[in-house]
Protein backbone atom coordinates (compact mmCIF):
# COMPACT_ATOMS: atom_id res chain seq x y z
CA UNK A 1 0.00 0.00 0.00
CA UNK A 2 1.46 3.44 -0.80
CA UNK A 3 1.76 6.30 1.62
CA UNK A 4 -0.13 9.70 1.41
CA UNK A 5 0.70 12.46 3.64
CA UNK A 6 -2.09 14.38 4.94
CA UNK A 7 -0.17 17.86 2.76
CA UNK A 8 -2.57 19.68 1.03
CA UNK A 9 -4.54 19.89 4.76
CA UNK A 10 -1.07 21.18 6.12
CA UNK A 11 -0.36 23.68 3.53
CA UNK A 12 -4.01 25.33 3.65
CA UNK A 13 -3.72 25.64 7.58
CA UNK A 14 0.15 27.32 6.59
CA UNK A 15 -1.19 29.48 3.83
CA UNK A 16 -4.56 30.75 6.09
CA UNK A 17 -1.70 31.31 8.77
CA UNK A 18 0.13 33.53 5.92
CA UNK A 19 -1.82 36.01 4.05
CA UNK A 20 -0.71 36.53 0.94
CA UNK A 21 1.97 33.76 0.57
CA UNK A 22 1.66 30.68 -2.00
CA UNK A 23 2.69 27.02 -0.57
CA UNK A 24 3.58 25.53 -3.61
CA UNK A 25 5.34 22.21 -3.66
CA UNK A 26 8.51 24.38 -5.34
CA UNK A 27 8.56 26.45 -2.35
CA UNK A 28 8.15 23.65 0.20
CA UNK A 29 11.12 21.91 -0.93
CA UNK A 30 13.06 24.93 -0.87
CA UNK A 31 11.90 25.31 2.33
CA UNK A 32 12.42 22.38 3.84
CA UNK A 33 15.19 20.61 2.02
CA UNK A 34 13.16 17.63 0.42
CA UNK A 35 12.80 17.02 -3.28
CA UNK A 36 9.82 18.42 -4.93
CA UNK A 37 9.09 14.68 -6.96
CA UNK A 38 9.13 13.46 -2.90
CA UNK A 39 6.75 15.75 -2.15
CA UNK A 40 4.27 15.19 -4.82
CA UNK A 41 4.61 11.50 -4.46
CA UNK A 42 3.76 11.58 -0.97
CA UNK A 43 0.85 14.06 -1.65
CA UNK A 44 -0.59 11.84 -4.17
CA UNK A 45 -0.26 8.83 -2.73
CA UNK A 46 2.27 6.90 -4.92
CA UNK A 47 5.11 6.93 -2.78
CA UNK A 48 6.06 3.76 -1.21
CA UNK A 49 7.86 4.77 1.69
CA UNK A 50 8.66 7.80 3.99
CA UNK A 51 12.18 8.47 6.07
CA UNK A 52 12.37 9.28 8.94
CA UNK A 53 14.56 12.54 8.24
CA UNK A 54 11.82 13.89 5.79
CA UNK A 55 8.73 13.06 8.38
CA UNK A 56 10.65 14.81 11.09
CA UNK A 57 11.39 18.16 8.86
CA UNK A 58 7.72 18.11 7.77
CA UNK A 59 6.59 17.73 11.12
CA UNK A 60 9.12 20.42 12.28
CA UNK A 61 8.02 22.85 9.21
CA UNK A 62 4.20 22.54 9.80
CA UNK A 63 4.74 22.45 13.80
CA UNK A 64 2.91 19.30 13.74
CA UNK A 65 3.33 15.39 15.06
CA UNK A 66 3.11 12.58 12.94
CA UNK A 67 -0.53 12.07 13.56
CA UNK A 68 -1.21 14.83 11.62
CA UNK A 69 1.06 13.66 8.65
CA UNK A 70 0.73 10.01 8.70
CA UNK A 71 -0.84 8.05 6.11
CA UNK A 72 -4.15 8.95 5.16
CA UNK A 73 -6.26 6.74 2.20
CA UNK A 74 -7.27 8.20 -0.40
CA UNK A 75 -10.62 8.10 0.60
CA UNK A 76 -9.82 10.94 3.84
CA UNK A 77 -9.93 8.61 6.59
CA UNK A 78 -6.97 7.62 8.81
CA UNK A 79 -5.51 4.60 8.02
CA UNK A 80 -5.09 2.41 11.41
CA UNK A 81 -6.69 -0.82 10.84
CA UNK A 82 -5.45 -4.38 9.51
CA UNK A 83 -5.29 -3.20 6.16
CA UNK A 84 -2.01 -1.62 7.40
CA UNK A 85 -0.42 -4.83 8.41
CA UNK A 86 -0.58 -6.64 5.32
CA UNK A 87 2.98 -6.63 4.61
CA UNK A 88 6.39 -5.16 6.90
CA UNK A 89 6.63 -2.35 4.45
CA UNK A 90 2.96 -0.64 5.13
CA UNK A 91 3.67 -1.38 9.07
CA UNK A 92 4.09 1.13 11.79
CA UNK A 93 5.89 0.73 14.80
CA UNK A 94 3.04 0.15 17.06
CA UNK A 95 1.86 -2.48 14.93
CA UNK A 96 5.43 -4.35 16.24
CA UNK A 97 6.94 -2.90 19.09
CA UNK A 98 6.78 -4.06 23.06
CA UNK A 99 4.13 -1.88 24.62
CA UNK A 100 5.26 -3.07 27.90
CA UNK A 101 8.44 -1.48 29.19
CA UNK A 102 10.38 -2.83 31.42
CA UNK A 103 12.21 -0.31 33.44
CA UNK A 104 14.22 0.43 36.51
CA UNK A 105 14.97 4.36 38.26
CA UNK A 106 18.24 6.04 37.58
CA UNK A 107 19.59 4.61 41.10
CA UNK A 108 18.22 0.82 40.77
CA UNK A 109 21.39 -1.24 41.99
CA UNK A 110 22.87 -3.06 39.46
CA UNK A 111 22.58 -6.06 41.29
CA UNK A 112 18.53 -5.72 41.10
CA UNK A 113 19.15 -4.39 37.19
CA UNK A 114 21.00 -7.95 36.49
CA UNK A 115 17.99 -9.85 38.26
CA UNK A 116 15.40 -7.81 35.71
CA UNK A 117 17.33 -8.21 32.57
CA UNK A 118 17.75 -12.23 33.71
CA UNK A 119 14.10 -13.03 35.26
CA UNK A 120 12.56 -10.77 32.25
CA UNK A 121 14.90 -12.57 29.54
CA UNK A 122 15.55 -9.14 27.71
CA UNK A 123 18.51 -7.57 26.96
CA UNK A 124 18.13 -4.02 27.91
CA UNK A 125 15.86 -2.14 30.83
CA UNK A 126 14.77 1.17 29.93
CA UNK A 127 15.91 4.03 32.83
CA UNK A 128 13.77 6.52 33.97
CA UNK A 129 13.87 9.53 36.55
CA UNK A 130 11.25 9.87 39.99
CA UNK A 131 8.54 11.60 37.17
CA UNK A 132 9.16 8.50 34.99
CA UNK A 133 10.81 10.00 32.16
CA UNK A 134 13.39 8.51 30.07
CA UNK A 135 17.00 9.12 31.21
CA UNK A 136 18.67 6.52 29.34
CA UNK A 137 18.99 2.67 28.48
CA UNK A 138 20.82 -0.30 30.14
CA UNK A 139 21.93 -3.34 28.84
CA UNK A 140 24.19 -6.51 29.24
CA UNK A 141 26.62 -5.12 27.32
CA UNK A 142 26.59 -2.19 29.97
CA UNK A 143 26.67 -4.83 32.92
CA UNK A 144 29.29 -7.09 31.69
CA UNK A 145 31.52 -3.61 31.30
CA UNK A 146 31.83 -3.14 35.16
CA UNK A 147 32.08 -6.73 36.23
CA UNK A 148 35.53 -7.11 36.84
CA UNK A 149 34.99 -3.35 39.05
CA UNK A 150 33.22 -3.28 42.52
CA UNK A 151 29.89 -3.53 40.16
CA UNK A 152 27.50 -4.20 43.08
CA UNK A 153 28.39 -0.80 44.82
CA UNK A 154 26.92 1.23 41.32
CA UNK A 155 23.58 2.25 39.84
CA UNK A 156 21.80 2.17 36.88
CA UNK A 157 22.86 5.68 36.12
CA UNK A 158 26.90 5.25 36.82
CA UNK A 159 26.55 2.58 33.16
CA UNK A 160 23.69 3.74 31.43
CA UNK A 161 23.80 4.78 28.01
CA UNK A 162 21.69 8.58 28.10
CA UNK A 163 21.37 9.15 24.86
CA UNK A 164 19.16 7.45 23.32
CA UNK A 165 17.60 7.50 19.96
CA UNK A 166 13.87 7.66 20.34
CA UNK A 167 11.38 7.45 18.14
CA UNK A 168 7.21 7.65 18.16
CA UNK A 169 4.78 4.86 17.23
CA UNK A 170 3.26 6.37 14.18
CA UNK A 171 6.08 6.12 11.85
CA UNK A 172 6.68 3.22 9.70
CA UNK A 173 8.61 0.05 10.90
CA UNK A 174 11.05 0.01 7.88
CA UNK A 175 12.21 4.06 8.70
CA UNK A 176 12.94 2.76 12.02
CA UNK A 177 14.74 -0.10 11.33
CA UNK A 178 16.90 1.77 9.18
CA UNK A 179 18.04 4.52 11.85
CA UNK A 180 18.77 1.66 14.18
CA UNK A 181 20.97 0.35 11.18
CA UNK A 182 22.51 3.76 10.62
CA UNK A 183 23.18 4.01 14.34
CA UNK A 184 24.31 0.75 14.82
CA UNK A 185 21.90 0.04 17.99
CA UNK A 186 19.64 -2.68 18.54
CA UNK A 187 16.53 -1.25 19.98
CA UNK A 188 15.12 2.33 19.54
CA UNK A 189 12.75 3.73 22.11
CA UNK A 190 9.01 4.70 21.73
CA UNK A 191 8.17 8.14 23.08
CA UNK A 192 4.52 9.27 23.84
CA UNK A 193 5.45 13.08 22.45
CA UNK A 194 3.08 15.72 22.57
CA UNK A 195 2.53 16.59 26.69
CA UNK A 196 4.97 14.21 27.65
CA UNK A 197 7.82 14.31 25.07
CA UNK A 198 10.16 12.06 27.09
CA UNK A 199 8.01 9.24 28.74
CA UNK A 200 8.53 6.09 27.08
CA UNK A 201 5.49 4.12 25.85
CA UNK A 202 7.35 1.11 24.35
CA UNK A 203 10.54 -0.31 22.77
CA UNK A 204 11.13 -1.82 19.11
CA UNK A 205 14.24 -4.10 18.54
CA UNK A 206 15.68 -6.21 16.11
CA UNK A 207 14.44 -8.95 17.87
CA UNK A 208 10.81 -7.73 17.45
CA UNK A 209 11.36 -7.16 13.90
CA UNK A 210 12.80 -10.21 12.68
CA UNK A 211 10.03 -11.72 15.25
CA UNK A 212 7.39 -10.08 12.59
CA UNK A 213 9.30 -11.38 9.69
CA UNK A 214 8.57 -15.06 10.94
CA UNK A 215 4.82 -14.76 11.36
Same mark, same amino acid.
Given at each position: ? @? ?9 ? %??? %? ?10 ? $? *? =??? =? &? ?8 ? *? ?10 ? /? ?20 ? =? ?8 ? #? ?7 ? #? ?8 ? /? ?22 ? *??? $??? &?? @? ?13 ? $?????? #? ?18 ? #? ?11 ? =? ?9 ? $? *? ?10
Amino acid at each position: M @SITLNLNVLIA %QWE %QAHPGQKLTLRR $L *S =GLV =G &VNKNTLGRLR *SGTAERIDLTTL /DTLCRFFDCTPNDLLPYSKEGR =GITGPERRDT #MKDKLVRDV #MHRKVISCRV /DTPLKEAAVMLDSEKINALVVVDE *SGD $LCG &VV @SQSDLVKVCEQDWEG $LAAEDV #MTPDVVTIVADIPVLAAVEL #MLDNQIHRVVIIQ =GGLAPRRPVGV $L *SMTDVVREMAV
